[in-house]
């Protein structure tokens, strides 16, 4: 299901702070047992930590970020990629959660896609790692929707006016993945040197690639 950003949804607003700490959230939960499990000895937090850094950085986020600099790179892998993408994924014999169906909307002037998740938190694991907290918010679920510029704007995105927002909503039968717009000034660059340009906010919609001019 896609949003444009006039629609208008009766969410309640959750305020502007992404860090809930209400007692009966998972995270409280989660950290809470994680706390339990460490105390009687029976999980590393170190091993811990490593394995959720490696998830966030490594395992997710580039995986997704090398399929993203191949589309830009081959025309025929980008049309398919849009129009099958699961087909594409199992060649490329990408595995993990989350990943049962993929949509890949792509970004192009006068069009900016966003994805979130108004019911929980769906996200292909498997390309992008972990998602991060403020997705998995109760405000950005709700707010991405009913006012994605906002959203947008204060997550450090300013959209020209003119610019079409579609706010794609995923679901545990489809999970969506934003292919940005290439950079300029990126010509002849390999697929290995643009991979390090796509970040994982890029691919969900809340960010732009990197520009090889960013410092």
């Given at each position: 299901?896609?949003?444009?950003?006039?629609?208008?949804?009766?969410?309640?607003?959750?305020?502007?702070?992404?860090?809930?700490?209400?007692?009966?959230?998972?995270?409280?939960?989660?950290?809470?047992?994680?706390?339990?499990?460490?105390?009687?000895?029976?999980?590393?937090?170190?091993?811990?930590?490593?394995?959720i850094g490696r998830y966030e950085h490594d395992?997710?986020?580039?995986?997704?970020?090398?399929?993203?600099?191949?589309?830009?790179?081959?025309?025929?892998?980008?049309?398919?990629?849009?129009?099958?993408?699961?087909?594409?994924v199992a060649e490329l014999d990408v595995r993990?959660?989350?990943?049962?169906?993929?949509?890949?909307?792509?970004?192009?002037?006068?069009?900016?896609?966003?994805?979130?998740?108004?019911?929980?938190?769906?996200?292909?694991?498997?390309?992008?790692?972990?998602?991060?907290?403020?997705?998995?918010?109760?405000?950005?679920?709700?707010?991405?929707?009913?006012?994605?510029?906002?959203?947008?704007?204060?997550?450090?995105?300013?959209?020209?006016?003119?610019?079409?927002?579609?706010?794609?909503?995923?679901?545990?039968?489809?999970?969506?993945?934003?292919?940005?717009?290439?950079?300029?000034?990126?010509?002849?660059?390999?697929?290995?040197?643009?991979?390090?340009?796509?970040?994982?906010?890029?691919?969900?919609?809340?960010?732009?690639?990197?520009?090889?001019?960013?410092?």
């Amino acid at each position: 299901m896609d949003h444009d950003d006039s629609h208008n949804h009766n969410y309640e607003h959750e305020g502007h702070d992404h860090d809930h700490h209400d007692a009966s959230s998972p995270q409280v939960r989660v950290e809470a047992l994680e706390e339990l499990l460490v105390q009687k000895g029976l999980a590393d937090r170190a091993r811990i930590d490593a394995t959720i850094g490696r998830y966030e950085h490594d395992i997710g986020p580039m995986i997704g970020a090398q399929l993203v600099a191949h589309a830009w790179t081959d025309p025929v892998l980008r049309q398919r990629l849009l129009t099958d993408a699961d087909a594409v994924v199992a060649e490329l014999d990408v595995r993990g959660a989350e990943i049962e169906h993929i949509e890949v909307k792509a970004n192009e002037p006068g069009v900016h896609n966003v994805v979130v998740c108004t019911l929980c938190s769906c996200y292909p694991w498997a390309l992008l790692g972990l998602p991060p907290n403020w997705y998995k918010s109760p405000e950005y679920r709700a707010r991405a929707v009913r006012e994605p510029r906002a959203v947008l704007a204060e997550m450090g995105l300013e959209l020209d006016t003119d610019t079409e927002v579609r706010v794609w909503d995923s679901s545990s039968e489809t999970r969506f993945l934003v292919l940005p717009e290439r950079p300029a000034g990126t010509q002849g660059w390999s697929a290995a040197q643009l991979a390090t340009l796509v970040g994982r906010d890029s691919m969900i919609g809340v960010a732009l690639a990197t520009s090889p001019q960013a410092d």
